[in-house]
C-alpha cells in the first residue's frame, strides 16, 4: 500500500482542483468581472480544473482502497500539471495588458502551485508507484 503522505499529496490534488472548478464554474460572472477575463476563459479554466480533478481524484481514492497507481499513472498527472503550469503562463502572458491583478495573481498564482505540486508528486509520490504489470 502507497505510504499515507503519498495517498495525502494525491487527495490534496483532487480536492483543490475540484473545489477551484466548482467555484469557478459557480461563479463564473462574478469572477469573469473581477478577473477581466472573457467569461468562456474563465468556463475553460473552471471546466480543465473540474475534469482534471476527476483523473487526480480517482488515483486518490483507488490509493486509498489499496490500488497503488501505476508510475505511468503518476507519470501522465505530472505531465498534465506541467501542461496546465504553461497554459496559466500562456493565460498570464496573452491578458497582461487586459486582465485585473487579481485574474493575474490568480491564474499566476495556480500556476505556481500545479508546478509546485507536480515537482512534490514526481519526488513524493511517483516512487511509490508500482510497475505496470507485464503480460
Do not use: K
Request: proline share 4%.
Amino acid at each position: 500500500m502507497m505510504p499515507r503522505r503519498a495517498r495525502a499529496i494525491l487527495w490534496l490534488d483532487g480536492s483543490a482542483a475540484c473545489v477551484a472548478g466548482v467555484v469557478m464554474l459557480a461563479i463564473h460572472d462574478v469572477l469573469a468581472q473581477l478577473h477581466a477575463f472573457p467569461p468562456a476563459l474563465v468556463l475553460f479554466i473552471g471546466a480543465v480544473n473540474l475534469a482534471y480533478s476527476c483523473y487526480s481524484g480517482t488515483l486518490a481514492v483507488r490509493a486509498s482502497r489499496g490500488h497503488t497507481p501505476t508510475r505511468r499513472a503518476i507519470d501522465i498527472l505530472v505531465v498534465a500539471n506541467l501542461a496546465w503550469v504553461a497554459v496559466c503562463a500562456a493565460i498570464v502572458a496573452i491578458t497582461a495588458d487586459t486582465a485585473s491583478i487579481f485574474g493575474l495573481a490568480h491564474v499566476g498564482l495556480e500556476g505556481l502551485f500545479v508546478g509546485a505540486l507536480a515537482g512534490v508528486e514526481y519526488s513524493r509520490v511517483r516512487p511509490f508507484a508500482r510497475s505496470p504489470d507485464i503480460t
